[in-house]
């Protein structure tokens, strides 16, 4: 059933116009670094063929951060890849996630002048709809919280929960660490399986019609949403 799960997951992520890639799971030291959001120590492989390839990775966002820069030194200038793999925190544990790098726009039509450019807002839109596809969206929450990658702006980046619990991190990479707007989701399918869809339950709707009020607060600059929220 895992595989099933993760197969057609691939499928319904190829449908929203990504493209799949297939990289190395040993990394190097510098990449093993990197995205290391648990700060768990780093599995050396004994005796390594090269540098490159020297580390056990635990994030999946380093290679495609590769993959980015292969395509981006080739004129490519808009990349929407994904991938889907095992990451190892220790050597008796490994965890299957989904990691997804976004550049540029998702939709380009010349004809009609159509273009959507890849923002924090269409990248959410995408975890959004991963969520409504597996049938967890009623349980899903984005907060900023200290389990936030420091290679990601702090600003323009959150944690994702579901059922309260840490499933992954979507937001853009800091601009100390690149310039260009490259924007990156990673979640744990392994976590995301044990959440199981609860059946559709059918609520009668309402016979009164509702009233709608707009209401304007002034806060301080220093308030967080989630704050205005709960």
């Given at each position: 059933?895992f595989?099933?799960?993760?197969?057609?997951?691939s499928k319904?992520?190829?449908?929203?116009?990504?493209?799949?890639t297939?990289t190395?799971t040993?990394i190097?030291?510098?990449?093993?670094t990197?995205?290391?959001?648990h700060?768990?120590d780093l599995?050396?492989?004994k005796?390594?063929?090269?540098?490159q390839?020297e580390?056990?990775?635990?994030?999946?966002?380093p290679s495609?951060?590769n993959?980015y820069?292969?395509n981006k030194?080739r004129?490519?200038?808009?990349i929407t890849?994904?991938?889907?793999?095992?990451?190892?925190?220790?050597?008796?544990k490994e965890?299957?996630?989904?990691g997804?790098l976004l550049?540029?726009?998702?939709?380009n039509?010349?004809?009609?002048?159509t273009?959507t450019?890849?923002?924090?807002?269409?990248?959410?839109?995408?975890v959004?709809?991963?969520?409504k596809?597996?049938?967890?969206?009623?349980r899903?929450?984005?907060?900023?919280t200290?389990?936030?990658p420091?290679?990601?702006?702090?600003y323009?980046?959150?944690e994702?929960?579901v059922d309260?619990e840490g499933?992954g991190?979507l937001g853009?990479?800091h601009p100390?660490?690149?310039?260009?707007d490259?924007?990156?989701?990673?979640?744990?399918?392994?976590?995301?399986y044990?959440?199981?869809s609860?059946?559709?339950?059918y609520?009668?709707?309402?016979?009164?019609?509702?009233?709608k009020?707009?209401?304007?607060f002034?806060?301080?600059?220093?308030?967080?949403s989630?704050?205005?929220i709960?």
């Amino acid at each position: 059933p895992f595989v099933k799960y993760r197969k057609n997951l691939s499928k319904y992520l190829r449908s929203l116009g990504l493209d799949e890639t297939r990289t190395h799971t040993l990394i190097s030291k510098n990449e093993a670094t990197l995205f290391n959001y648990h700060h768990e120590d780093l599995i050396k492989v004994k005796r390594p063929l090269t540098t490159q390839k020297e580390y056990l990775r635990q994030s999946i966002i380093p290679s495609l951060l590769n993959v980015y820069e292969y395509n981006k030194s080739r004129d490519v200038e808009n990349i929407t890849i994904y991938e889907i793999s095992y990451t190892y925190s220790n050597l008796d544990k490994e965890e299957l996630k989904l990691g997804i790098l976004l550049k540029g726009s998702i939709l380009n039509n010349p004809w009609n002048h159509t273009k959507t450019n890849i923002d924090f807002y269409l990248a959410k839109g995408i975890v959004s709809s991963i969520m409504k596809y597996l049938g967890l969206t009623r349980r899903v929450k984005y907060e900023v919280t200290e389990a936030i990658p420091k290679e990601l702006h702090p600003y323009v980046s959150c944690e994702v929960k579901v059922d309260k619990e840490g499933v992954g991190y979507l937001g853009k990479i800091h601009p100390n660490f690149t310039k260009d707007d490259i924007y990156v989701i990673e979640l744990s399918l392994s976590k995301l399986y044990q959440k199981k869809s609860r059946p559709i339950k059918y609520v009668e709707p309402n016979k009164y019609p509702c009233i709608k009020k707009d209401m304007a607060f002034i806060i301080e600059e220093d308030i967080k949403s989630e704050n205005i929220i709960d």
